[in-house]
Structure formats: C-alpha cells, structure tokens
C-alpha cells in the first residue's frame, strides 16, 4: 500500500527560486490557502548546484537546501523544455542555455538553429514540484503538457520559452495566453494540482 501523503499544516512557505515568473506563478496558485509566501531571494538564499539528472532530483535537492537554510518549509520547482528532436534538450539545462544573463531570446534562437528544416517540431514542457518540511521529509509530484516549437516567437507574456511554444489544440502560445488560462493548463499546474490534492486538501 503507497504511503499516504503528508499534509501541510504549515504558515509559512519558502518558494526557492531566483526566479520571478516562477515566483509569481506559484504565489498565484497557492494564493486560496492563504499562506505567506517568501522567496529564496528575500531571504537572501544561494542557488544551490543543481547536480540532479532528472527535473525530480534538483527540485527535491533545490527545496531541501532551502529548508535547511531557512528551517521553514520550501517548494522548489524544476522545470524545462524538452524538444523531440533534440532528445529531450535542452531538458533540465533549460535556465542554463540561456546563460547567466538569462538570455531567453538566445535560448529560443538556439532551439530554432538546432530544429531548423526538420519536420518533428513536437515538445514538451515538463515540472516537478518538491515540497519539503523543516524535518527535511518531501513529497515531490510531476506533470507535462504537450506541443511544438513555433517560429517566431509570438507574444510578450509568461517567461522563459512560453514564446516558441504552442500547447496542443490550441492557437495561442504560452506567450500569448492569458495567464489564467496558461495557469489553467500548464505544465507547473498540472503538478500543483497533484501536489494540491495530496497534501493541501482533506485529512
């Protein structure tokens, strides 16, 4: 029989990303449970290395650091691009090809260059979300959402590479979507509905 998922009894929660968009995401899908949210930069945290191999390993590392650090309880995400084509890259080095400046338009541009003439545009975007207790104890949940590489970039919203991606059966890409509607349907929601259901709703 699987473990029954801790609950989240917690006030307080540590969101540990340098990330703004990612920030702002998660604040907005934790917003109905009314619990303070502090970024890992407001508390001055570092970035740790994230020396994982797959997106479930460097969210539970990312989280657990922050724990540690904090000695409150921290979600971390890690989440990416991963192009067909490309065997899944740029995958978990999604943030690192766009380099210390966070250079997303580059990054696109290097996706585009790597896929230029090939006919397998399909992508995905994919999410694990860690949340972690004082105690060290995480629970840790996934989710994807599918689409293909589009050229151009279309749109000014959402961050990263929501621009080049247009999600299955629709005609908007990530950033061209209304927020409510990518928040609806994306891959971090997709994840935080799992992490919602297990440890922030019932007994």
Known sequence: MPNTPRKFRENVLVIASHNPGK???????????GIKIISAAT????????????FKENAVLKAQKATRV????????????????????PGIFS???AGPNKDFQGAMQRVENRITGQSNRHAKFVCALSLCWPDE????????????IVWPPRGKLGFGYDPIFLPDGN????????PDCKHAMSHRAVAFKKLVNACFIGE
């Open 95 to 97: 943030a690192r090809w």
């Open 43 to 54: 508390l001055g945290l570092s970035e740790p290395a994230e020396t994982g191999i797959t």
């Open 171 to 178: 005609t908007e890409t990530f950033g061209e979507m209304d």
């Open 23 to 33: 920030i702002e995401e998660i604040s907005e899908l934790l917003g109905p449970f």
């Open 70 to 89: 904090s000695n409150l309880a921290s979600l971390a995400d890690d989440s990416g691009l991963a192009v067909s084509a490309l065997n899944g890259a």
């Open 137 to 148: 104890y995480c629970e840790t949940f996934e989710g994807e959402v599918n689409g293909s």
